[in-house]
């Protein structure tokens, strides 16, 4: 579990190095964040929806986790996630569940 995890951290942190044009919608980032409700975003598929989030929390302290990964879903214990995310991302305020519907 926390090799997938490591794996995703890589590509996370791979996917945050790029450079991305920033939408005015993503400028009230904190304000957004503020509440400790859980934020969700939908859309059509291919808009950008990851990206956003990824941008969202670019300067936060965050965990990362993507279910389009079959390993996690197979040997899914959701505790051990907790511990493991825990490891990988000491520390961190937002986990960012991406491809939930999976």
């Known amino acids: 579990m926390k090799t997938i ?3 995703q951290r890589k590509e996370r ?5 790029r450079p991305y044009l920033v939408r005015k919608s993503i400028q009230d980032t904190d304000l957004l964040l503020s509440s400790h409700l859980i934020k969700l975003i939908t859309g ?11 941008l969202m929390l670019r300067d936060k302290n965050f965990a990362y986790l993507n279910f389009d990964n079959y390993q996690l879903l197979e040997t ?3 505790n051990l996630v907790m511990r493991m ?9 937002y986990i960012l ?3 939930v519907q999976n």
Do not use: C, F, H
Not at 13 to 17: F, G, N, Q, R
Not at 44 to 54: H, I, M
Not at 85 to 93: A, I, K, R
């Open 44 to 54: 059509p598929r291919r808009v950008g929806k990851s990206t956003q989030a990824l």
């Open 76 to 78: 899914w214990d959701a």
């Open 97 to 99: 569940l991406d491809e």
């Open 85 to 93: 995310l825990d490891d990988v991302y000491p520390g961190y305020e």
């Open 5 to 7: 995890i490591l794996n």
């Open 13 to 17: 942190d791979e996917l945050m190095s």
